[in-house]
């Protein structure tokens, strides 16, 4: 039997997962079991767990459904567990190194208590000191193992679940169990109390809890709020039940009212039924308030007076401000023309227009990527919706014959962004655009993330100082309602990185369709235009942009690369979208291909790929031809970047760290051999997981044609897709 059985919960947290369960399996103490609970089986955090129970015999998953709620789950891992001890560990929180060593060592002191609570930090998702709020409760508690009558103020409602640890023969002999979905802990940690004969403490912090930036799920407005008095209901019922002493029953009845008082202080939070909420509470106070219960003093105690005689309209009264919304003005870009800016804010004032969406890509550089791809297939399936695209005025000449466009800063500009009901972007809008009600802004992002994004690139010096105020960047994220993901890993990169309350559409990126609908001809007519040769091996060499450098550098010598690599090879260089040409000209067999409008296309026309470490390569994977990776400097750009995987550990094909060796992949052709192949298919069955050629579809349908989920086309198998040919085999055909 393992000494501990830690649970832990992983409903939304899918994308921290990997943390919490990396901060358990490194103690130094080893013996425990350690119990993932999913969704399910298809879940995203299932996938993560399953890799970890491969890796490690002490980690077994179990499933509970998310109607259940964090309770339903802990209790799924109760009844999986062996240990003689039970913790519960939140999905997004960690132990902190030497945590179980730590209490082993206290519970070997104070021998078998039933629950023995420990500190914890309460880390600020972003900014901020971190508080212990255990301290003080703690601080006062006898030394060894004691009976809860000589800590009477310690009722356990005031402390989380995951801070502490149960014996499980104490939980499974007083039939113990969370109840309801919302609230659980506070009612867990009442009738756990209630029931301990022996409890004990460790003046230590254990675990670490990160905050959510879109705070505690308990915080918001509805229905669930009433479940808060039934929770306060069964622990006081319990407590009536077990004849608790009056100097423990004062304590439990003041702390858990206080909890009540505080919601009830808080009429947003039930925005209907707070009269009956009010209501119902007068009646558990009547009815449980223990005798001689003395009240606090100042205008709590006037709280606790008026509801004690339901005086629901003098609570009111007294709480006013409370009740008033206050609402911040938010700032509107202020265009830097005053006509311009009055002229913004009297469109926000116009009713929005249920016809109309906007898009953007990469900051206004023309009529690319997601939002490209998304603007064509609504075309065809919602030609209702006018579409306008938004370019920079240097990029207005290239936009495509029949696309309706605005001038990033003209006055058109700021009307369309004000009135569009629909908002499509694969990068961010101006800084001060208005997230208006009933708007729907659609972020498609453009790649997945190898490189750390958004938040987590905070702890790298120079990524944070270009990436400027993180602050702004999630004011940002706040006004997104859809973020699009083409694969399991992009959705939980994208949740640590950008956390938001947007809804994750794992729908594939529509500018990868074009890898599934394109023809032989395509392909054939992209290479004639772009000047590939006929019969020879195009390889399209793309190196992703690097922070420390201040310009383009190829970072490799393409004629030599060339002369190297055979006499067929030609290279199609695109560099990095930051940069608006790779050489600046093509010379010999080196085709500059920076300046085409479509990376995809590009990408049709290239028989191979070489990329250090673009998402690019991602993208390209679809295509299921060779990929290469040159990876001349990654120690320096993990370091300098940060990277969520280890590619090296998991390349989609060879990996070549010196000139030298790339050029002998390319003269031998194990670039194409067998080994390339099978890093490939493990490579495309992860990352290539929702691209399917029917992604814009799902977009559309989705969003400007509000469809329901059910009526979305279905992701198709990836054994079941057939990619665009490649040259080589047009030729043999």
């Known amino acids: 039997m393992p000494r501990f059985s830690i649970i832990v919960p992983s409903h939304g947290v899918a994308g921290r997962l990997s943390q919490a369960l990396d901060s358990v399996l490194a103690q130094s103490f080893r013996d425990l079991e350690l119990i993932p609970v999913c969704d399910g089986p298809d879940a995203p955090a299932a996938d993560v767990a399953a890799g970890y129970a491969e890796r490690d015999s002490r980690v077994a998953p179990v499933h509970s459904p998310p109607s259940a709620g964090p309770g339903g789950a802990r209790n799924a891992g109760m009844r999986a567990a062996t240990g003689a001890y039970l913790l519960f560990l939140d999905g997004d929180d960690v132990l902190v190194p030497g945590a179980l060593a730590t209490l082993d060592a206290r519970l070997t002191e104070t021998g078998d208590v039933d629950v023995l609570y420990f500190e914890h930090q309460r880390i600020p998702w972003w900014e901020g000191e971190p508080t212990n709020p255990a301290q003080p409760l703690l601080a006062k508690a006898p030394q060894g193992a004691f009976a809860p009558v000589r800590a009477p103020q310690l009722t356990g409602v005031q402390l989380p679940a995951w801070s502490a640890a149960y014996r499980r023969s104490f939980v499974t002999g007083h039939e113990l169990a969370f109840l309801g979905t919302h609230f659980a802990d506070l009612g867990w940690g009442g009738r756990t109390t209630i029931a301990a004969q022996r409890i004990a403490v460790l003046r230590s912090v254990l675990v670490r809890h990160r905050l959510r930036r879109q705070g505690s799920r308990l915080n918001l407005p509805g229905a669930h709020q009433h479940e808060l008095l039934d929770q306060v209901e069964e622990v006081l019922t319990r407590a009536a039940e077990r004849e608790l002493p009056g100097e423990r029953l004062g304590p439990l009845f003041e702390q858990l009212f206080a909890f009540v008082l505080k919601t009830a202080s808080r009429p947003e939070r039930l925005p209907s039924g707070h009269r009956a909420f009010f209501r119902r509470a007068a009646r558990l106070y009547r009815r449980h308030r223990p005798a001689g219960f003395r009240l606090p003093g100042g205008s709590l105690g006037v709280q606790h007076r008026l509801l004690a005689a339901g005086a629901y309209t003098a609570f009111r009264a007294l709480r006013g401000a409370n009740q008033a919304a206050v609402r ?73 014959k029949g696309v309706d466009y605005a001038v990033i800063g003209s006055r058109r500009y700021w009307e369309v962004l004000a009135r569009a009901k629909f908002l499509v972007n694969n990068a961010n809008f101006a800084e001060g655009v208005v997230k208006r009600p009933g708007s729907v802004h659609v972020q498609t992002q453009h790649g997945t993330p190898l490189k750390k994004m958004g938040v987590d690139q905070s702890t790298y010096p120079v990524v944070a100082a270009q990436t400027g105020s993180f602050a702004k960047l999630l004011g940002r994220v706040d006004r997104w309602d859809f973020n699009l993901s083409s694969n399991r890993h992009s959705t939980q990169m994208w949740e640590r990185a950008f956390p938001g309350a947007y809804e994750a559409l794992e729908y594939g990126y529509p500018r990868n369709d074009v890898y599934y609908t394109a023809t032989g001809e395509d392909v054939c007519r992209i290479r004639r235009e772009l000047g590939v040769p006929e019969g020879k091996t195009a390889v399209l060499y793309a190196p992703t942009h690097r922070d420390h450098h201040t310009g383009f550098e190829t970072g490799l010598d393409l004629e030599a690369f060339c002369d190297a690599a055979g006499e067929d090879v030609v290279v199609l260089l695109r560099a990095h979208y930051f940069y608006d040409r790779g050489l600046g000209r093509s010379s010999g067999r080196i085709i500059d291909v920076t300046a085409h409008r479509s990376s995809e296309e590009v990408c049709l026309a290239a028989d191979a790929l070489v990329t250090d470490y673009s998402s690019i390569m991602f993208d390209y994977a679809n295509l299921d031809r060779p990929i290469v990776v040159y990876a001349d400097d990654w120690e320096v750009y993990q370091e300098t970047r940060g990277v969520y995987f280890d590619l090296m550990a998991a390349p989609p094909g060879p990996v070549a760290r010196t000139p030298e060796e790339l050029a002998r992949v390319f003269r031998d052709g194990s670039y194409t051999g067998p080994e390339s192949r099978e890093l490939r298919a493990a490579f495309r069955e992860r990352f290539c997981e929702f691209d399917d050629g029917r992604a814009a579809e799902r977009v559309v349908r989705r969003v400007l044609l509000g469809q329901p989920p059910e009526a979305i086309p279905p992701v198709i198998p990836l054994a079941e897709r057939i990619p665009a040919p490649a040259a080589a085999t047009l030729v043999r055909s």
Request: aromatic share 8%; glycine share 4%.
């Open 328 to 400: 911040v003005a938010e700032g509107v870009p202020r265009p830097h023309a005053l006509r311009t800016r009055l002229r913004y804010a009297s469109d926000l004032r116009r009713p929005l227009d249920p016809d109309l969406a906007v898009y953007c890509a990469y900051w206004g550089r023309g009529y690319a990527c997601n939002p490209a791809a998304i603007h064509a297939k609504a075309r065809e399936l919602a030609p209702h919706i006018r579409s306008v695209f938004l370019v920079e005025p240097d990029q207005a000449h290239a936009m495509p």
